[in-house]
């Protein structure tokens, strides 16, 4: 099964600051088909995970664009362009590239400093 | 927009069985792929299994080959998991997910049901 590691785990940030979240996948998530399956979610604190990000660098309907992702091969990166309150929670990193199984980064906790 | 509500809260003894329920509304099941997924108390996200659209087929991670079922009653639009054996490590939320493409992952999250497995 392809390994998902995110880093760091924990992340505190201040109010109005950037931060970023790396995940790096043990095999290239290119698909066949051209297409790379990399997916980012969010599970803010008593809340279901919500998807805010689809291959790499689609946002989600609704999702504020000061959310981005990148990346390319094994490597990704969501970035958060200003830090906001309601941003706190878990962010996870997800592969749909080899699936089945879909596997999941463990989690980057995002707090306020 | 496509709505999932579940089963509530469960306890259960070492040994037995769960069956959660995830009942769909805004679409029909047939338009999606139903995921299951779960999440241990302050621990990360685990892919349960999920429908496979281009198999037409359910998959379930090996970790629960043998211990897993996941069915579909299309006349009411309710998915259901049920999970077996159950040990205290089964103790999570369970969430139902769904996905119009299984590799863009779950768009779609119900609100998730917690089972407590304790003797």
């Known amino acids: 099964d392809v390994v998902m590691t995110q880093s760091p785990l924990s992340l505190p940030v201040t109010l109005g600051q950037p931060a970023s979240i790396s995940c790096r996948s043990s095999q290239s998530l290119v698909y066949s088909d051209g297409n790379t399956y990399l997916n980012w979610f969010q599970q803010r604190p008593g809340q279901s995970p919500r998807r805010l990000i689809y291959k790499v660098s689609n946002r989600d309907s609704g999702v504020p664009d000061r959310f981005s992702g990148s990346g390319s091969g094994t490597d990704f990166t969501l970035k958060i362009s200003r830090v906001e309150a309601e941003d706190v929670g878990v962010y996870y990193c997800?592969?749909?590239?080899?699936?089945?199984?879909?596997?999941f980064g463990q989690g980057t906790r995002l707090e306020i400093k | 927009q496509v709505q999932l509500v579940q089963s509530g809260a469960e306890v259960k003894k070492p040994g037995a069985s769960v069956k959660v329920s995830c009942k769909v509304s805004g679409y029909t099941l047939t338009e999606l792929s139903m995921h299951w997924v779960r999440q241990a108390p302050g621990k990360g996200l685990e892919w349960m299994g999920g429908?496979?659209?281009?198999?037409?087929?359910?998959i379930y991670a090996q970790k629960f080959q043998g211990r897993v079922t996941m069915t579909e009653d299309t006349s009411t639009d309710t998915a259901y998991m049920e999970l077996s054996s159950l040990r205290s490590e089964d103790t999570a939320v369970y969430y139902c997910?769904?996905?119009?493409?299984?590799?863009?992952?779950?768009?779609?999250w119900g609100q998730g049901t917690t089972v407590t497995v304790s003797s």
């Open positions: 997800m592969q749909g590239t080899h699936w089945p199984p879909i596997t």
């Open positions: 429908f496979d659209p281009e198999d037409g087929e359910t």
């Open positions: 997910a769904t996905s119009t493409i299984p590799r863009n992952g779950m768009d779609v």
